[in-house]
C-alpha cells in the first residue's frame, strides 16, 4: 500500500531528474560531438554539422545582436563576456558596407529557393519563424534606411561610408581630422554591389516587383556615380577618395584623392569594384575599358610563387599580400572557378595554405583578425596575419587563428575545409550561445571575446557554396563572357606553368590544447563541452541512487 500511495511522487521526482540532467537537445558546443573524420566522410554528420553551425550562426543575425532592430543596417559586431559567452551590454555601433553585403547575401539567399540551409540559417533553431517574411521585412527596411542616408548625405553618390549606426538610421563618419574630408572607400563597397545586384534580380525572380524595383534603382544610382566618384583615368581607380562636403551633389569638384592615395590595383578582394566598373560603367571604347586590366598588370601584383614543402615539392600559387583567406574574398562573391586557370590557381593556393599550417604543426588557418585578449576588452584588429613566404608585405602573427580562415578552402574543398573549420571550434570558448568566437591564439590561453560580420558569415556562404552560381546566372550572356575573358587573360599571362597540382589537401596535424582556459560558462543553450561527462556521470549516480531508495520501500 505505502508503494503503491508512492508510486506517483516518485515518478515525478524521476522526471524531475531527468529533465534536470539528461544532455538538452539543444547544445551550442557541439563541435564536440563530431570527430575530423565523421565530418570528412560520414554523409549524416557532415549534414548535422553544417545545419547546427546554421542554426548558431543565425543566432548572430539577430536584432541587437548583429544589426540594430530599427534600421536594419548591420552593426560591426557585438561583446560577448569571457566567462559565460553571453553579449555584453552595447553593440559595437559603427558598419562598413563589407558587412551589409553579408547580410543581404545571407537575406537574399534564404529567398532564392535552393537553398534550404540559408532558410534554416534565418530560423536560427526557430521553426516557428517564417523565414522568408522574416527576410522580406530586413530588405525592406534596409533599403529605407540606404534610401533615407543617400536623401541625406548626396555627395556620397549612394555609396556607404563607414557609418555610426542608431535606431533612427545611419550617419557617416567624421571628417578626416587632417584634410576634413569623408572618406568613401571603393573596395567594401564592391562587394556591397554585387550582393545589391543579387538581391534584384532574386526579388525580380520571386515576384516582389515594388522592392526589386528598389534595390535595382539602388544598384543603377550608385554604378552611375562610381566613375565621376573613384575613376582617375588611365586605368586607375582611386580605392579611396575624399568627399569635401556630403550634403551637397556628386561632383568631380566635391571629390578630391586622399594624400598618398592608393589605388584598386590588386587582384584581390579589391578587384570585385573593378569589375563592376568593367562591365556596368560607360566607357568611351573598348580601349578605354581595357585601360583597367593593363593598370592592373603593369603593377605586377598578380603574380606566381611556389610554396616549397619540408620534402621538397612545390605547390604554385597566387602571391597575396598577407595569404590572409579574407584576400579571396572575390572567390567567395563572383563565379571565378568558371575559368579553367583561375580555378587551377585557385584550388593549389588552398592546397598551400592547408600544407603550411599542417607542416608548422599550427591547429588553424590564419587570416586578418581582432587579436585574442585575457578579459572582455575590445582589442585591436591585427591585419598582418598570414604566410610569409607567399607574401608581398611583412606578416606580424602566425600564433592567432580564426575559424573564418576556413572559408576559401571550403570553397575549394567542403570536406578539407570543414575539418579545419572543426578543429578550430574544438579550441577553449572557441563556440558560444552565438556561435563561432572570432578568433583565439594557438595555446588555447586566449580568445577574442567578439562577434563580427566577417570573421563569422564569411564561413556561412562558404557553406552555401558562395554566390558565383547565381551571379553567372544572373549576368547577361555578353557581361558573362567579357568576365571569363578578362580572367582567363590576367591569370593566363602570369601562370604559365602550375606545380603542386598533383599534391592533396593536408589536415591539421596539431589541436589547440585544452585545459588552458575554461570554457563558457553559459547554461542557456546547453552544457559545455568540458563538462558534458559530468553531466552523464552525474545522471548515472542519480539514477543508481533513485531506484535504490525506491526499491528499499
Known sequence: MILNSLTPVFLVFWIVILSSTSEPESWWRFAFDFSTDSIMHDFTKTSKFIGLVMDYEGKFNQPGVGYDGESCHTYDGHGINYTTGKLTATPRPWSAPSKESLHIIMLTLSLQGDYPLAVRYMKAGDEKVDATKRALQILTTKISTYEKFSTSYPGYGGFLPWVRVSNVGIFPDPPDSTTGLYKLPAQDNGQLMWALYMACHVLKDIGQETLKERYCQYFNKIVQNAKTLFYAGNGTVLGEVGIVDPNAPVSAYNTRPLPHPHYLRDPYEGELFTVILDLFANWSSDAERDELWTAKRESGMLAAVDYTTASGSRITVQKGWLYSSHELWKFLVLPYTEVDIARRVFVNGEKARTWYSNEESNPGLLASVTVPTTGSIDTIHESACGIQELAWATVQRTDIVTPYASFPVILANQAVGLAWYHNMLMGPKMQGPYG????????????????????????????????????????????????????DRQYSAVFTELLGEHLDYMLPSATIPQGNLEDFTSSTTGTNGANKWQTEVHFLITSLVFWLLFLTI
Open 436 to 487: 563561432s568566437t572570432v578568433s583565439c591564439n594557438v595555446h588555447g590561453t586566449m580568445i577574442a571575446p567578439l562577434l563580427t560580420w566577417d570573421a563569422k558569415q564569411t564561413t556561412v556562404v562558404a557553406l552555401l557554396g558562395g554566390t558565383g552560381d547565381l551571379i553567372k546566372k544572373y549576368l547577361p550572356r555578353d557581361s558573362l563572357e567579357r568576365f571569363k575573358f578578362v580572367v
